[in-house]
Every structure is written in structure tokens, then in C-alpha cells.
């Protein structure tokens, strides 16, 4: 084939991509069919984050376009059938009506899903083969235990009403009416299916993080204030420069080292910083598609990526430079937590240096509590599971919020969110928490010694009356301990005098 018959192939092969209704009309359209995004997500073959994007007026494209558009113009259809089809003045019933038509399935709307392999039930603990907003749960009452459990009670005269319906949940059980927990019931399942054995269940839940840690979002944002847009468009300082290369945001990870200390022998405490990332997760993330501005302004109500001209650091010596490790001159593109350390420092509190010189941003509206449900649920299990030394749990929670971060660019792992602007948001938040507990480290008169990566931090000093010890995420731990330097004293060092 010639290259001009290729193209005339080509042109032939082109199409006009099939027409889509307004945003607002396709969740219209779902929701008066009472069918999840779950349910619609699972018959396109995408994810439920997929169709909420669609829904906030993001279009897809090939073949899943026709497939998306195929639905919407059956719903349609199927709606005016039914308006054609019911009486003037006649309103379908629903549970608990007296006029005993057709009832309502207490889980119309909820987001139903089939289980490839079945899991414990929330409410009975039973093997289940569906889940109800995330949660396995028989859908048919006379299939759950508690249905079972209700009756044999009433058949028992009152002798069994004294007992409690449990189910499993984590290494402990819960009674069968408290709220359903996905993180401890996820952890039973596990254990359950590799009959105890801790490594290997920690092993299979660590491989699932990914697609939990979705669930999870899914259902911390169910009812929230903003609708999260999983598939904007994204600009290219945010795109890989190459295959295998990087894109143009400088996180400002810092690799900084002390280069001098005083004369001697000094202790050096290597301080872990708990849960970096999942504390990282409560910053200022745009909820929308970026877009472009120019000048020198700061909108605090937006967030994003900046392009700024950085200011001189004259204070290397004692601490670490907030822009990291940077030889180059020059602007750059930093991310939004690094601009507003950057301006903090510059601010009369702290008189550190000057202020950053903004060139042009890419932001949009945003607010600090996007993830927050999602942060505190995982939080939460995490602490209740160092609380009952549940190692388990700990090495899921941790999978989960740590592979939620990395795989939010552009990773085969995760097709259901793309947002690599909140992939290094979210790094660069965790860099400037650890700046600034070695700025406190420094103030409260420690030595800091080093600063590395989201979590390492090394000080001189008594360290405890400035950093709480232990393992929540306010917490610090003892990473390694070592000494530094020499005595200069003969009679200290145990030499023999003249």
C-alpha cells in the first residue's frame, strides 16, 4: 500500500464521534432508572470514578464513547416507555404503602456489584456473592443469617433473645447491627481464605490496595460537597517528556546533610515520621480541570502547579533549603504545598528569605478536606490496629494509602483516577511537613543533623521533649541511633597521659 492510500484508508476509516447529552442530563438519566454508577460502570467495563467524571461533564472517547452513548439513548427510551405506559395521576408505591403495589428493593440506588468469589456477609458473616455501596451483603433478607437468626429466636419463646448475633472482623468480632467496617472486613476475608496464615493474608490484601483503596474513596465521597473529576485534562509540564522519563513539576524532595558540627563525640537520633503520606493527604488539591493564568499573584482559594523564579536560601548551614535539592538556576515548575512554604517562610513570622516570583500557574478551585473522610477512615484503622497489634491490618492501611499516591499518574495500575497533579501535590505536602518538624526540631534548640525523603529526620539532642514518641501519625519513632565525630579529650578517650 502507498503512503496516499494509507491516508485515503485512513480518511475513509474516520468517523464523527456519536453525539453525547449534557452532563447533567446523564446522571439525570441513571438516577430516574435508580441504577449506580457502580451498576453502569460494571456494563461499560470502566470504573465508578469513570462515569462520575462523565457525569461532571468529561467525555470519553473510542469505543467506549459508543457503548456510553448506547446506554444513554436506552435509558432515554426506556424512561418515556414508562411514562407513556403509567396512568394519568397513578405513582408507583413504595415499601411500606398501603396500597400494596410493587415495593421498592431496599437497595434501589445503592451501588450493587457482583463478587467474583464470594466474601463474608456484614450482617450475618455468611458467604455473600454481592456487594451493597461497597459492603458484601446478601440482597434477598431470607438468604442473610440475621433473617435466620430472627426467626429461630421467635421460635425459641424468648429463650435465645439474650444471645448476640456476631460476625468476624479483623482478629476480633463486631455484633451484626454495628456499622459495616471494609478495612476490618477485607483483613477477616483474608485471613479466612489462607486459613490464619498472617503472611500470606497480608500478602494477597498488600496485591489488592489498589482497587480497596478506590472502593474506599468511592465511599468516603459518596454525598460529599464536590464532585471529583478522575480523567481531566491535564497540561504538558504535567505529561512525561519521555516514555520512561519524568515530567516537568519539581516535588522538592529533600536530600540535605549538615556540613559541619561541633567539635566531639555526639549521639545521633535517626527519627521515623509516621504515616508521611497519609498525613500528606489533607492539603489543598484543585477539585476541576486546571487552567492556565500569568502574573504574580496567589489565589488561595486555587491550587495547582507553578512556574516561579525561587528565592536565595542563606540558611543551608542549619537547615535544609524548603526547595530541596535544586543545582540549576532558574525557574521552575513547583507544586502548590511548595509555594505556600515557600511564601510562609518569606511572611513576617518567619523573615527567611524573599518571596518566590510567580510567572504563570495551571490551578483550579480547591479545598484542603477533598480527602479528608478518606484520610481519617484509613487513620483510624491504623491506629485501632497498632492499638490491638494487628500487624495485618497495619500492612494493608499502609499499602493502601501509599499505592493510592504513586499510581495516581500515569500507572497501568489504576485506571480509574488520573490525576498526576494530585500524585505530586500530595508528595511535595509530605516534604514540607518534614521541613517544617525540622525547622520546629531547630527552634526548640536540636541539632538537625539530616532530612531525607517524607520521613527521616536526624537531630543531636534531647529529642523527646519535642517530639512525641510512638506510632500514630503525630508520632515519631526511633529509626537508628549512632554516634559522630571523636573525643578531643585524652584522659575521655582512655589514652595514657605523659
Not at 489488592?208 to 491535564?234: E, F, K, N, S
Not at 489533607?282 to 482559594?301: V, Y
Not at 535544586?326 to 523573615?351: F, I, N, Q
Not at 491506629?383 to 499516591?405: G, L, P
Request: proline letters at 7%; aromatic letters at 6%.
Amino acid at each position: 500500500m502507498t503512503d496516499f492510500e494509507a491516508i485515503d484508508a485512513l480518511l475513509a476509516g474516520a468517523r464523527e464521534a456519536v453525539p453525547l447529552p449534557p452532563a447533567g442530563e446523564r446522571r439525570a438519566l441513571r438516577e430516574e432508572l435508580n441504577l449506580s454508577r457502580a451498576q453502569v460502570a460494571q456494563a461499560l467495563g470502566v470504573g465508578p470514578s469513570t462515569v462520575g467524571g462523565w457525569e461532571a461533564g468529561r467525555d470519553p472517547s473510542g469505543d467506549v464513547r459508543d457503548k456510553y452513548a448506547y446506554f444513554l439513548e436506552g435509558a432515554r427510551a426506556k424512561l418515556a416507555e414508562r411514562a407513556t405506559a403509567r396512568p394519568a395521576g397513578h405513582e408507583p408505591t413504595m415499601a411500606g404503602d398501603e396500597e400494596g403495589g410493587p415495593q421498592e428493593s431496599p437497595h434501589d440506588g445503592d451501588d450493587v456489584e457482583a463478587l467474583h468469589t464470594a466474601q463474608p456477609c456484614v450482617l450475618c458473616g455468611r458467604p455473600a456473592r454481592h456487594q451493597v455501596a461497597g459492603f458484601p451483603q446478601h440482597l434477598d433478607p431470607a438468604e442473610c443469617g440475621t433473617a435466620r437468626t430472627g426467626e429461630s429466636d421467635a421460635q425459641a419463646g424468648g429463650e435465645s433473645a439474650a444471645t448476640v448475633r456476631v460476625v468476624p472482623a479483623g482478629r476480633r468480632v463486631r455484633t451484626a447491627d454495628e456499622a459495616p467496617d471494609p478495612i476490618r472486613e477485607a483483613v477477616a476475608a483474608a485471613l479466612a481464605a489462607h486459613l490464619g496464615d498472617v503472611e500470606a493474608a497480608t500478602a494477597a490484601l498488600v496485591a489488592r490496595a489498589i482497587p480497596d483503596a478506590m472502593a474506599l474513596l468511592d465511599g468516603t465521597r459518596r454525598g460529599g460537597r464536590y464532585d471529583i473529576v478522575a480523567h481531566p485534562w491535564i497540561p504538558d509540564v504535567l505529561r512525561k517528556q519521555t516514555a520512561r522519563g519524568a515530567d516537568r513539576i519539581w516535588e522538592a524532595r529533600p536530600k540535605w546533610a549538615r556540613t559541619e558540627l561541633p567539635t566531639g563525640r555526639h549521639q545521633v537520633t535517626a527519627l521515623d515520621i509516621n504515616g508521611a503520606y497519609l498525613s500528606a493527604l489533607k492539603t489543598h488539591l484543585p477539585i476541576g480541570q486546571l487552567e492556565h493564568s500569568s502574573g504574580f499573584a496567589h489565589d488561595r482559594r486555587r491550587a495547582g502547579v507553578h512556574l516561579i523564579t525561587p528565592p536565595a536560601w542563606e540558611h543551608d548551614a542549619v537547615l535544609p533549603n524548603p526547595l530541596g535539592n535544586r543545582d540549576e538556576p532558574g525557574p521552575l515548575w513547583v507544586t502548590e504545598p511548595t509555594l505556600r512554604l515557600l511564601l510562609r517562610l518569606s511572611g513576617p513570622k518567619y523573615a527567611l528569605c524573599d518571596p518566590p516570583e510567580i510567572h504563570e500557574s495551571f490551578t483550579s478551585g480547591s479545598t484542603e478536606n477533598l480527602l479528608e473522610k478518606f484520610r481519617v477512615v484509613l487513620k483510624d484503622a491504623r491506629e485501632r490496629a497498632i492499638a490491638e497489634e494487628d500487624e495485618v491490618t497495619v500492612e494493608y492501611v499502609k499499602a493502601m494509602y501509599s499505592k493510592f499516591v504513586s499510581t495516581m499518574g500515569e500507572s497501568n495500575y489504576n485506571r480509574e483516577l488520573y490525576r498526576p497533579d494530585w500524585m505530586h501535590l500530595i508528595r511535595s505536602q509530605a516534604f514540607a511537613n518534614l521541613w517544617m518538624k525540622a525547622y520546629k526540631a531547630h527552634e526548640e534548640g536540636l541539632v538537625v543533623v539530616r532530612a531525607m525523603g517524607t520521613d527521616e529526620l536526624h537531630v543531636l539532642g534531647e529529642w523527646r521533649r519535642v517530639f512525641p514518641e510512638g506510632r500514630g501519625v503525630s508520632e515519631v519513632k526511633v529509626k537508628d541511633t549512632y554516634t559522630v565525630g571523636c573525643d578531643t579529650d585524652p584522659a575521655a578517650a582512655g589514652e595514657p597521659g605523659d
